[in-house]
């Protein structure tokens, strides 16, 4: 992400009014992103993540994994930032054609047609429930291995026994301890993340 002076003035307020917490230096930035980009200050007790999801995720990133979200406005939030540094692949499950079927949502079908095919990939559903529902189901059949799942939708339907099966999964994870979720999360936490993952990984690549 390009930083302006009023992202940074905006990023000291964030960091007055959070004050004191208990998140490792790189999990506080992306709650801040996810601040920055939703103006709620209740997101600091509602991030979770997983051991070692940061770790995953810029591994992931930097061997250039695919990323499959759920909704088009997860894909084009994070495509600047993702062509300009490590130009991983994405994909859209709701884009993603599948047979007429009743027994899921299309979104649903696209996301397991896309699992199935990048069994190891980046997953992100910002939106669509039954597209999580849909990955920790095949994750316990085991017919696939995601490197990373970020999880925000807003729903109040069996989310918190989705987040639950996704946590016993041991699949690194990110996740918020609510309902109130929506893509705008979902694609702040990818950007910071990929931030991160460049200062690490693009320094060495340039050197």
């Known amino acids: 992400m390009e ?3 009023t992202d940074a003035q905006s990023l000291a307020i964030i960091d007055s009014e959070v004050g004191d917490h208990l998140f490792s230096p790189a999990e506080y930035e992306i ?5 920055y980009a ?45 062509q300009n540094t490590f130009a991983n692949p994405v994909y859209c499950s709701m884009d993603t054609p ?3 079927k009743t027994e899921k949502t299309s979104v649903a079908w696209g996301m397991e047609t896309l699992a199935k095919r990048y069994p190891e990939g980046i997953f992100v559903v910002g939106q669509a429930q039954t ?12 017919e696939v291995k995601p490197a990373l799942i970020i999880a925000t939708p807003a729903t109040f339907l069996n989310l918190d026994a989705d987040k639950e099966r996704l946590q ?10 609510s309902p109130k979720g929506n893509a705008v999360v979902a694609a702040a936490i990818v950007d910071g993340l990929i931030d991160l993952a460049w200062q690490v990984y693009g320094e060495r690549k340039e050197r």
């Open 31 to 35: 709650v801040r992103r996810v601040i």
């Open 168 to 177: 016993n999964s041991l699949v690194p994870n990110i996740t918020i301890d």
């Open 131 to 142: 597209a999580l529902t849909t990955l920790v189901d095949l994750i316990e059949a085991e």
């Open 38 to 82: 939703t103006a709620d200050f209740e997101y600091k007790s509602l991030m979770r993540f997983s051991e070692r999801a940061l770790q995953a995720a810029a591994a992931a990133l930097a061997a250039r994994t695919t990323i499959v979200v759920d909704v088009p406005m997860v894909q084009v939030s994070i495509a600047q930032g993702i």
């Open 3 to 5: 930083w302006h002076v």
């Open 98 to 100: 599948t047979r007429p």
